[in-house]
């Protein structure tokens, strides 16, 4: 017996699964969730201390800047990603949501080499990248995130165009 708004062939076994498959989904992906709110937490306490070490107790101000922009974009990133987890927006969202999230870590991607280039050698990395892989690191970074900036336009301009294609109809011109 067919009812409406099944599809042809389809069971109640066949709806229990894909209904307790859709439940197992849910619950994952809430559990993703948490996870990336506990680290966006993290990222945040982190910031906080990693500002206090430099700014405060070491009175360097640069190095604190730099540490609590890294930490801000990190959080950023943390939270971009937990807006797409949970939205259930079209597939052009998420691809624009994801296409945004790898813009802002290409960013800060490209501030890390940045400030990694003006640091002093430490102790965990005794010797300083040189003026020419610098270059190349921030080239290399520069034009994945011209590609990704490119491919976001493009996304926008295909999600638009079907605005576009309809021509208005006769209350429009009234208004």
Excluded: C
Excluded at 38 to 51: E, S
Excluded at 52 to 59: G, I
Excluded at 99 to 125: D, F, K, Q
Excluded at 159 to 168: D, E, L, Y
């Amino acid at each position: 017996m067919m009812t409406h708004g099944h599809e042809p062939g389809e069971t109640r076994v066949d709806r229990r699964i894909a209904h307790a498959l859709a439940v197992v989904e849910r619950v994952l992906v809430y559990v993703v969730a948490l996870f990336l709110v506990g680290f966006a937490a993290l990222a945040l306490v982190n910031t906080v201390a990693q500002v206090n070490l430099y700014v405060v107790m070491e009175k360097n101000y640069n190095a604190g800047i730099a540490a609590g922009i890294d930490s801000a974009f990190l959080t950023i990133i943390l939270l971009e990603l937990l807006h797409t987890v949970l939205s259930q927006a079209a597939f052009m969202q998420e691809v624009q949501e994801f296409l945004v999230i790898g813009v802002t870590s290409g960013v800060r991607r490209s501030l890390e080499i940045a400030v990694g280039s003006s640091a002093t050698p430490e102790a965990g990395h005794p010797v300083a990248p040189s003026s020419r892989d610098v270059v190349i690191d921030l080239g290399v970074n520069a034009l994945g995130v011209l590609v990704l900036v490119i491919a976001l336009w493009l996304v926008r301009q295909v999600a638009s165009a079907p605005a576009q294609r309809h021509p208005p109809d006769a209350s429009d011109a009234l208004l």
